[in-house]
């Protein structure tokens, strides 16, 4: 079974930066796409950030220029930079990858993390 487990969210300053982390592991063929969501309280959960497994990137339009997205495909690891950070990225944001499990396997499935709270406030 394939496991997605985020990491880095805390409180901080707003101006301040974090940097979160997504270590996938278990059963790993390939991860094509990773990404990062987010989910304040009373709101949908959105897409913040994703990357391709060419490194190809797209962000969300309020997190442009402050928000840099990266993988490091050797350790099935995904970051999330976040610098200038304001009271409404106030979140718990998760990751998500498309991972292929077997070379066999005739799809690819989205796997979940549980989550990491990140709270920007003075």
């Known amino acids: 079974q394939v496991q997605l487990v985020e990491s880095g969210g805390g409180l901080v300053r707003p101006g301040g930066s974090l940097r979160l982390s997504c270590v996938a592991s278990?059963?790993?063929?390939?991860?094509?796409?990773m990404g990062w969501y987010r989910q304040a309280p009373g709101k949908q959960r959105e897409l913040v950030a994703i990357?391709?497994?060419?490194?190809?990137?797209t962000y969300e339009d309020s997190v442009k220029g402050r928000f840099t997205i990266s993988r490091d495909s050797a350790k099935n690891t995904s970051y999330l930079q976040m610098n200038s950070l304001k009271p409404e990225d106030t979140a718990v944001y998760y990751c998500n990858a498309d991972i292929m499990e077997r070379p066999t396997a005739s799809h690819t499935t989205f796997f979940w993390g549980q989550g990491t709270q990140v709270t920007v406030s003075s």
């Open positions: 278990g059963s790993i063929f390939k991860i094509y796409g």
């Open positions: 990357i391709t497994s060419s490194g190809r990137t």
